[in-house]
Structures are given as C-alpha cells and as structure tokens.
C-alpha cells in the first residue's frame, strides 16, 4: 500500500530556531517521487521541492534542506533559523500512478 | 502562476441542493484533479482527469461526479450535497510530460459549507 505519514501534528519554535519536519513514505514501487508543499495562512498550496528515488542527494534552498533517505524510506525537511514566515502546513506527498497521495500535514509556528 | 482559476471561491448551500464547482486551466495541461482539504486528513483525491472525457475515481468519490469536455474546464458536480460535503476543494494541474512526472500546481481553492 501506498503511504505517507507525517507523525509531527504541531510544532512550535523560536524564530532562529532549526526545525526539521519528518516524512516517513511507504511504497512497493523501485521508481517513485516524493513532494513537498506549503501552505501559508492565506490557504494557497505552494509546492516547494521534488525528489526522485534515483537521487539521494540532499537538496540545499537558502534556508530550506531536504534529507532523502530511501533505507529508512523517510524525506525529512529542515527550516535553518527559522522565520515568522515560515509558519504554515506543510505537506509530503507521494507519487502514485498518476495521482499524488499526502500526508496529513504538519502545522509549524514560529513565534518572534 | 500555472493560470489556475477556481470558481465560486466561496458557496454556502443548504442540504440536498445540487452544487457544481468549476476549475479552468490556461495552459493545455492533460491532467487535473480535483482535492478535498479536511482537518485531520490532508488532501484527499476524489476525481481526476487525464484527459477531455477522459476521468476515474480517487479516494474519496463517493457523492463526486465530474466532467470534462474541454481541455480547459474540470467540473465537480454534488448532485444532492450532505453536511459531510463541507470542505475546502482544490483543483490541480499537473504538467506531466512523456514518462516524467512533474509537480503538481494548485488552485486557489473553494470553500464550500453546506448547512
């Protein structure tokens, strides 16, 4: 069966704070990816990153890192010093067929 | 901006009515969905398209029919809505080319009550 469980419900830091959301994926495909989306306050989902299961490379963006570790089948991503606008959900998703399953989502505050 | 309109935006309607929800896309992309955003459960497929009169189910279709008869246009028809049906419904694009499968881009969204 296709999965995508993200444990973490809420988090709440400190602005500066490093947070790392965890993805945790289950699937019997060898070829698959693997998103992440983010949705602000305003309610728009804004995709922020995708992996294929070909490249285990980790993925740098400014503040934003991504660890894709396909023994542990997780995709876990890291805010470096956070920012109040970093508050928001944030989703993993996975492909299946051509349709994307998500995880319930992790909400994120930062506080000044 | 993947020129993703989603209309109405916001619709209040009473138990039993028929609602019909629109999704237009400017762009020709072959493949659009349409998503449920409830507390608790992420985002939830209920249609997809992936193609002009091309359609199948996903997770959540049940009370869900839909329509495509323009590339354009991805309708959600619920033909006697049930105070289960409140929700935000996204509707979503997705560039996929050839074998590779690219992100999928997201409407605004609509948030439907049903009283």
């Known amino acids: 069966a296709q999965k995508v469980t993200q444990a973490q419900t809420e988090i709440s830091v400190v602005e500066k704070e490093d947070v790392t959301l965890d993805c945790v994926y289950e699937?019997?495909?060898?070829?698959?990816?693997l998103f992440w989306y983010k949705q602000p306050p305003s309610g728009e989902l804004v995709f922020l990153i995708r992996?294929?299961?070909?490249?285990?490379q980790n993925e740098i963006s400014g503040r934003y890192s991504w660890n894709f570790q396909k023994s542990t089948s997780s995709f876990n991503f890291t805010i470096t010093a956070s920012q109040v606008v970093d508050s928001a959900v944030y989703f993993c998703?996975?492909?299946?067929?051509?349709?994307?399953?998500f995880g319930t989502g992790t909400r994120l505050q930062v506080f000044p | 901006d993947a020129g993703i309109t989603q209309s109405p935006r916001h619709k209040v309607t009473e138990t039993g009515t028929p609602v019909t929800l629109r999704c237009h896309q400017t762009?020709?992309?072959?493949?659009m969905y349409w998503y449920r955003q409830d507390p608790g459960h992420g985002l939830r497929l209920i249609h997809y398209?992936?193609?002009?009169?091309?359609?199948d189910k996903g997770e959540v279709s049940d009370g869900y029919s839909v329509s495509r008869s323009k590339t354009e246009d991805f309708l959600l028809t619920l033909e006697s809505a049930t105070s289960s049906q409140t929700s935000v419904y996204f509707c979503?694009?997705?560039?996929?080319?050839?074998?590779?499968?690219?992100?999928?881009?997201f409407g605004p969204g609509t948030r439907l009550t049903v009283l």
């Open positions: 979503a694009i997705s560039a996929q080319t050839g074998s590779s499968y690219n992100e999928q881009f």
């Open positions: 992996r294929n299961s070909f490249d285990e």
């Open positions: 998703a996975l492909r299946y067929t051509d349709k994307l399953i």
């Open positions: 398209s992936y193609g002009v009169k091309d359609t």
């Open positions: 699937t019997r495909d060898t070829t698959y990816y």
């Open positions: 762009e020709n992309h072959r493949y």
